[in-house]
């Protein structure tokens, strides 16, 4: 198993000074106190060139790793962006051969600036770059109508203000995976893929109800004609033969277990790890025989089973709240809904209010006098001690 380098090693322990006490312990290296103070990163970085015999290659990193527990060396293996295993994660070795049941979906992660750090952490595979071959339409003018839209939709959907190469990186992950036998074998069905199922979409578009937006119509014209030139078989060597990506501002769980192949824009593109994400594994043969698409169906969010008591709620006035499931996760949707939240009633409102009125109410003073209860004597109380004015 390779492990991280020597310099990366005393890097990370010189910008985290905190767990110099816990990294000497485990090295076993003593360390006398000297007369002149020294920062503990710098005696720490000598204690682990002792335990290396100043040897920055394998051999040191093997000399240093010989005295870790298996359990802190696993936990430092999972803190070394170059190596971000599966095995890591808890998949089996390979995983990516599994077909639609095993695929990464972007349902959990990291957002915002945390996935942009973990993301940048993440460094571009040397090497993983595949040539991808053009594609070769097969079919009837009405299955290249069919496909020149479905492919437009992705396009203009996932990346309708990403620069030119960013946009040609979407489609050619959809045609990418109509060669792929993990997929389907049209156009449509890739984009479409999973919007018919309650596990999720591979794009979220065609289940979030963004379709019932009518497009802008400068940006789907530029969406449509990048869908034309690869329907042509131009190819967008600069992703290869990635077939996945996502935006730089979320980090999904499967990213460390694919390989990243290039970031265009606000997208980083990934490729199958191994012999999946070579160019002769997208071996399927397009044929054509586009399916039809409902796309008054998926023009509306997907619904799911009603939370209780939601069917006897009174209609909002813009229309009626509903619970979808978007990605995996439920959401309450609608005209009305602000952030996945319903919002209040009149009458809940009211209530609201009363409620508040009733903390700001100034309460009655209490009485200066404590009168005693009935049966009970008061007594004068002298206090003793008490410091003078």
Not at 239 to 252: E, F, K, N
Request: hydrophobic fraction near 45%; charge should be positive.
């Amino acid at each position: 198993m390779r492990l991280f380098g020597l310099i990366r090693m005393w890097a990370a322990l010189r910008r985290g000074a905190a767990a110099v006490p816990a990294a000497c312990a485990v090295l076993g290296v003593a360390m006398s106190a000297g007369s002149t103070a020294r920062p503990d990163a710098d005696r720490t970085a000598q204690a682990l060139a002792h335990v290396a015999n100043g040897d920055m290659g394998p051999k040191g990193a093997a000399a240093v790793a010989a005295r870790l527990t298996p359990d802190q060396l696993a936990l430092a293996q999972r803190h070394d962006p170059t190596l971000l295993t599966p095995a890591l994660y808890g998949l089996a070795p390979n995983w990516e051969a599994v077909l639609l049941a095993g695929q990464p979906q972007q349902v959990a992660g990291e957002y915002g600036l945390e996935a942009q750090k973990l993301n940048a952490a993440i460094g571009v595979d040397a090497g993983a770059l595949r040539p991808a071959r053009p594609f070769a339409f097969k079919g009837s003018a009405e299955d290249r109508r069919r496909a020149l839209r479905c492919l437009t939709q992705a396009v203009y959907y996932e990346a309708a203000l990403e620069p030119d190469a960013g946009q040609a990186g979407v489609a050619q992950v959809v045609l990418n995976r109509v060669r792929d036998p993990n997929y389907a074998n049209t156009v449509c069905g890739v984009v479409f893929e999973g919007a018919e199922r309650t596990t999720g979409c591979q794009f979220s578009f065609t289940c979030d109800g963004a379709l019932a937006q009518a497009p802008v119509a400068w940006a789907w014209d530029r969406a449509r004609k990048v869908a034309e030139k690869a329907l042509n078989g131009e190819v967008a060597q600069q992703v290869g033969t990635a077939t996945h990506y996502h935006a730089d501002y979320v980090h999904p769980w499967w990213a460390p277990t694919v390989a990243k192949v290039n970031k265009i824009g606000a997208h980083i593109f990934y490729r199958w790890k191994g012999v999946y994400g070579e160019t002769a594994a997208f071996r399927t043969v397009y044929q054509g025989r586009e399916p039809n698409i409902d796309e008054a169906r998926f023009s509306r969010p997907r619904m799911i089973t009603a939370s209780a008591g939601e069917a006897d709620a009174p209609p909002m006035p813009n229309g009626p709240l509903k619970t979808v499931e978007i990605d995996g996760h439920q959401r309450v949707v609608g005209v009305a809904s602000m952030a996945g939240r319903r919002l209040p009633t009149p009458q809940e409102v009211a209530a609201i209010n009363a409620r508040l009125q009733s903390f700001e109410t100034p309460k009655p003073a209490a009485p200066a006098v404590t009168v005693a209860p009935a049966g009970v004597t008061p007594m004068a109380v002298n206090e003793v001690g008490r410091p003078s004015n």
